[in-house]
């Protein structure tokens, strides 16, 4: 890959019709024709590889809050590739989304503490939205999909 273009790389777990809608304003904001240079990769959390990883300049997670924890694909996606990435990705720009029916808090806490020891930093505030999705919390992923692909941006 040309290094005039940077690749982005979303690993989601979209298990229901409000994280598609979250996901889809996340891609949307990704790909936005402000934003140059970037390609957007996309992965479902159950099947993203350390080697995605290597191959991406910036990463977005999403997942649905569970029981108060993100979910077992994201979790398992952070047990695959913890160890190969753990040296060689630090400083990995990185954006958050999240999904509760009531509460995202433990959630957030896991997906940021493990990002934490990847030495991965945060770009931006994880957006965290419980109930149905409103036009702001579409906005709201839509902007982090955006930012990181700005981050990342080799214009």
Sequence with gaps: MSRDVRRLLIVHHTASP???????AVRDGATTDEV????VV????LRATAVDVFEADGIIL???ANIGYMSGALKHFFDTVYYPCLEETRRL?????????NDTTGAVRAVESIA?????ERVTR????????????????WEL????AATISPA
């Design 116 to 120: 934490a020891g990847l030495g991965w």
């Design 145 to 148: 999909g955006a930012t990181l």
């Design 62 to 64: 999403g997942t649905p």
């Design 126 to 141: 994880p957006v965290t939205v419980t109930g149905p999705p409103g036009k702001d919390d579409l906005a709201a992923c």
């Design 42 to 45: 996309t992965r479902a959390a």
């Design 93 to 101: 720009p990185y954006g958050l989304y999240v999904h509760g029916n």
């Design 18 to 24: 409000t994280l598609q809608e979250l996901f889809a």
């Design 36 to 39: 140059e240079g970037v390609e």
